[in-house]
């Protein structure tokens, strides 16, 4: 098992339960293939809702593409396939 895994699972833990946060996004995927994910903000606003959600991806996409040697737009396009196949729980 990758040794950063277990310092970064801690952390994102910790940073969660923190009172300041205004929008959460978990993913999770279990060595079955089982996922999970969890979304949730502090508004129930449209536009606010899209602007947090566009940062998450943002974010999301830029860490994977610069860890897995892959562009932004090769992740863009896998995720909206898979986005597409998923179903809401």
Do not use: W
């Amino acid at each position: 098992m990758n040794p950063r895994f277990e310092e970064v699972k801690t952390e994102a833990s910790a940073a969660i339960t923190e009172a300041d946060l205004r929008s959460v996004y978990t993913g999770i995927i279990h060595e079955d293939g089982r996922h999970e994910y969890y979304f949730g903000n502090d508004t129930e606003e449209a536009a606010e809702l899209r602007e947090a959600a566009a940062i998450q991806l943002g974010m999301v996409l830029r860490v994977l593409a610069d860890r897995s040697d892959s562009s932004v737009d090769e992740l863009t396009t896998l995720a909206a396939e898979r986005a597409e196949q998923m179903e809401l729980r």
